[in-house]
């Protein structure tokens, strides 16, 4: 079965720019979460979709912004970025949502560098 | 607010040897789950081991074993028979239903390990 796949892997942007990342999950898995990790802040919880629907958001402004599709897949988006918004963007997927006992599988991650 | 606690920044392990990662955790919710996550310098994080609050056995899984002592809010993450492989930042992280749903995981700060020939 395959892994958690995102897209892009890397990408370089500039201050006040948006950018879209992309995430596909684990085939039957229906949430998705993801995460930003800084060497400042270490990692840090963004927000979850289950069935096209946000569960849940971490302390992050406005700007992070995310939404899921009827196949599972998910979007994070960040507008008007920021210098402190350099960072890798992990997506991870589990089957259900709701439980401490779900395990999360991470993707390899989006690496974002903001000029 | 629920916190994980890795005190080890960096290890350095002869190969071969058992290798102890500590991790300490604050909750005050009776129901949650610990895992432990490897992270290579590629950046993918990889599942290793999960505990759950209410596991009477120690979770082990292969050469990974988490020593899970619940009254002292501890779950160490033992490797045995390091191998060159096993180089990479290990994090400790909990997960919670808080009612609404759970709020993702927590991760601690994270564990350097090295592994030596």
């Known amino acids: 079965k395959a892994g958690v796949t995102q897209t892009p892997r890397y990408l370089i942007k500039t201050r006040g720019q948006q950018v879209t990342l992309s995430c596909s999950p684990i085939s039957g898995h229906r949430s998705v979460s993801w995460y930003q990790q800084t060497p400042g802040q270490g990692l840090q919880f963004l927000f979850e979709?289950?069935?096209?629907?946000?569960?849940n958001k971490g302390n992050f402004p406005g700007r992070f912004s995310g939404r899921q599709f009827s196949n599972s897949r998910s979007e994070m988006n960040v507008s008007t970025l920021e210098l402190g918004d350099s960072a890798l963007y992990l997506c991870?997927?589990?089957?259900?949502?709701?439980?401490?006992?779900?395990?999360?599988?991470f993707g390899p991650g989006t690496r974002l560098l903001v000029l | 607010a629920q916190k994980i606690t890795q005190t080890q920044p960096g290890m350095f392990v002869q190969e071969k040897e058992a290798v102890t990662l500590d991790c300490t955790y604050d909750?005050?919710?009776?129901?949650?789950?610990l895992f432990w996550y490897k992270q290579p310098s590629s950046g993918e994080m990889i599942f290793l081991i999960y505990?759950?609050?209410?596991?009477?056995q120690n979770a082990t899984e292969g050469r990974y074993s988490l020593n899970f002592q619940k009254a002292r809010k501890s779950a160490n993450l033992v490797i045995s028979a390091s191998q060159l492989g096993d180089s990479a930042m290990y994090f400790c992280a909990m997960s919670m239903y808080s009612g609404g749903g759970a709020d993702g995981l927590t991760f601690g700060k994270g564990t350097h390990l090295i592994i030596q020939p």
């Open positions: 505990q759950g609050s209410y596991d009477q």
């Open positions: 991870a997927s589990s089957l259900l949502a709701g439980e401490p006992r779900e395990t999360q599988y």
């Open positions: 979709y289950f069935s096209e629907t946000q569960r």
């Open positions: 909750t005050s919710d009776p129901s949650y789950g």
